[in-house]
């Protein structure tokens, strides 16, 4: 080979590659290294995200059975459980959509448009209580889809869309309701069911916590086993390479909005049955304790990583802090100081974890 | 220069008149101000590897992202085997056959190996369980994931299940390559696939590419690396701002000559 080549072309093919080889590249002797599981605790974080939280409902469990042994009375865990149907219900959509990168301040206000909604349809209106129901779950879709019409479509960032969608249904909240609780004559309306108690002995177990319990198994299933649930993955960990692997990524994306739409509305079917009438005086902290839960249960703000029964662990820490506080006589003021603690000790995890990815990236 | 007889054979070939596999004919594509391709052309061949070389920026993946789908050009045409398509999305040439190794490789750090080879097309279980139930056949999908790895002789890749975040630069890429000589069907392109590889890997995957040019499947190979692109390369395109500059054979033109017209150095009719 002739060894007069221009400066040019020399240093190129001495060096190999162009400016890629120093960005990407670095010793070649590195590639075998850099996989092995060097940081076993990371990486067992890193392989089971919902081990943190259940580690910590485990200890907030017995910190609290022993601060008041009423805590796991049956009692106070059906009660517990009936509490937990609800916010439960609305996680799973949160934690599907920030599982896309996304965020949904809305859900709250979706979910009391959508009861009130029902509760008009069926009670003021006079509909049947399933048609009511199923227009109060469309309703729900449509809500969801603007929200991912928005997002997907338009591209805008699903923080702002959603705070704009929560303004905008707290607003038709109150205007439907007019202030009002509406209530519900006949205790066999088909909007209660979800208020009907199974007894087991001292346990009283409603079925929505059933039918959330069943949620949760259907959207686990979905997103570990179907194809749709690898790409809600991908498309929260990468949207450009899920794109080019051929992933329609907005269509994807309106999917998740959708799906969390009917999530809310079946949210909004558990509250009533839980309380018995249809009000919009609901706690307004349902849109951030439903973002709590997810991020205590170890789901990344970042998308792409996390699992819909990690967030089931984080809603029953939540409902065990507050329960347990509430059972130890402290101002409540106590429980947002530790929900808030709780909140930043997961995000830091979250840090660390990905810390993991970005590092041997640069390697 | 063991190989020159049957590179003289392949470009005879080529020369009379038999219909590319795929071929552009004066593709146009701007990003704001920035013209990235102005009426660029490109013939690929049966059974050939086609070395695609310029500098920093002049074009090179913004064409093979216009020729897999991922890029819409502003005009030009594209055909595969003689009929004109419109690719809207990288699916639609991954449909015709078309099959790239992108720049930015295009694999999701969250998703393990074996997912990410099959992102995309994944399987489902056969019978009622992946019709109604749609679910997806892991077992199967890690089974040839291994395989793909395997017969591509990256034995950087071991643990199919370990997610590709864990992994480093180069073996990111080696998914990616192992993904597109899984899959490509047609054509293969190839956006510096070595960039990030040791030596050792590296020969591993031009051996690929060299086993993949034996089967017949035509290979576009991107590359800084210009003894690779003159040892494996039929012919090669050089372009330089946007055009394309001119098309030579690894015989016709020395590696010098090569690199002196794509810096403009050397100026000859395209
Ligand atoms: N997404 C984009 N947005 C804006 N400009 C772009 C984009 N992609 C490419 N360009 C511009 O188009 C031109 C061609 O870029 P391209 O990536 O095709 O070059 P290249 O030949 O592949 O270079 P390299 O050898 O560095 O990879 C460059 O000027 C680049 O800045
Ligand atoms: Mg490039």
Redesign the pocket.
């Given at each position: 080979m002739n060894e007069t080549e221009e400066a040019r072309g020399g240093s190129e093919s001495a060096a190999g590659h162009?400016p890629e080889r120093q960005a990407a590249g670095g010793q070649p002797h590195d590639i075998r290294a850099v996989g092995a599981p060097k940081r076993p605790l990371l990486h067992f974080l890193h392989r089971y995200p919902a081990a943190a939280p259940a580690i910590v409902l485990i200890i907030a469990v017995a910190v609290f059975q022993f601060l008041n042994p009423r805590l796991l009375r049956a009692q106070t865990i059906s009660l517990m459980l009936q509490q937990l149907a609800v916010l439960g219900c609305l996680s799973i959509g949160q934690t599907v959509i920030m599982l896309t990168a996304g965020i949904d301040l809305s859900v709250g206000a979706v979910m009391i448009v959508t009861q009130m909604i029902m509760a008009e349809l069926s009670i003021t209106v006079g509909l049947p209580a399933w048609v009511a129901l199923v227009i109060g779950l469309g309703f729900g879709a449509v809500a969801g889809g603007i929200n991912g019409g928005l997002a997907a479509y338009i591209g805008l960032p699903p923080f702002i869309v959603t705070l704009g969608t929560l303004g905008v249904f707290t607003a038709i909240g109150l205007f439907l309701s007019a202030g009002t609780t509406i209530f519900f004559p006949n205790p066999s309306n088909l909007l209660l069911w979800t208020g009907n108690v199974v007894a087991f002995g001292n346990f009283h177990v409603t079925t929505g916590v059933f039918l959330m319990i069943l949620l949760y198994l259907i959207v686990a299933y979905m997103l570990a086993r179907t194809a749709w649930g690898r790409h809600v993955y991908a498309v929260g960990g990468s949207p450009e390479a899920s794109q080019l692997a051929g992933i329609r990524v907005r269509s994807l994306l309106m999917s998740v909005y959708l799906l969390s739409g009917v999530l809310y509305g079946i949210g909004a079917w558990i509250q009533i049955g839980r309380v018995g009438n249809a009000s919009t005086n609901i706690s307004a902290n349902l849109n951030l304790d439903s973002i709590t839960a997810v991020v205590i249960g170890g789901t990344s703000l970042f998308g792409g990583r996390g699992v819909v029964i990690g967030t089931l662990v984080g809603a029953m820490i939540v409902q065990v802090f507050e329960t347990g506080l509430a059972l130890a006589g402290v101002q409540s003021f106590y429980l947002q100081f530790a929900e808030g603690l709780l909140v930043i000790g997961a995000v830091a995890i979250d840090h660390w974890i990905r810390a993991l990815s970005t590092g041997s990236g640069r390697a | 220069m063991t190989q020159s007889g049957e590179r003289d054979a392949a470009a005879s070939t080529e020369g009379s008149g038999s219909t590319p596999v795929l071929a552009a004919q004066g593709l146009s594509k701007r990003?704001g101000p920035?013209v990235?391709l102005r009426g660029v052309d490109l013939e690929l061949y049966r059974g050939e590897v086609l070395g695609l070389i310029?500098d920093?920026?002049?074009?090179?993946?913004?064409l093979v992202r216009c020729l897999s789908g991922a890029e819409i050009p502003d005009s030009g045409e594209i055909r595969v085997d003689g009929r004109r398509v419109a690719f809207r999305n990288p699916l639609g040439a991954r449909r015709a056959g078309i099959e790239a190794v992108h720049?930015t490789l295009g694999v999701v750090p969250a998703l393990d190996i074996a997912s990410n080879l099959f992102l995309g097309r994944e399987r489902r279980r056969p019978g009622l369980l992946g019709t109604i139930l749609r679910m997806l056949d892991v077992s199967e999908m890690q089974r040839a994931a291994r395989r793909d790895v395997e017969r591509l002789g990256i034995e950087t890749l071991q643990d199919i299940t370990q997610s590709v975040e864990t992994l480093s630069g180069g073996q990111r890429q080696a998914v990616a390559v192992a993904r597109a000589v899984a899959f490509g069907s047609k054509v293969l392109i190839m956006d510096e696939p070595t960039a990030a590889l040791g030596v050792r890997e590296s020969g591993q995957v031009l051996g690929a590419v060299k086993k993949l040019r034996e089967s017949g499947l035509p290979v576009i190979l991107i590359s800084?690396n210009m003894p690779t692109v003159w040892e494996l390369a039929d012919r090669i395109q050089i372009m330089r701002l946007g055009r394309r500059i001119a098309v030579v054979t690894p015989r016709s033109h020395t590696m010098q000559e090569g690199v002196a017209l794509m810096t403009g150095a050397l100026n000859i009719a395209a």
């Open positions: 162009g | 990003y920035v990235a310029g920093n920026g002049a074009g090179k993946s913004t720049q800084h």
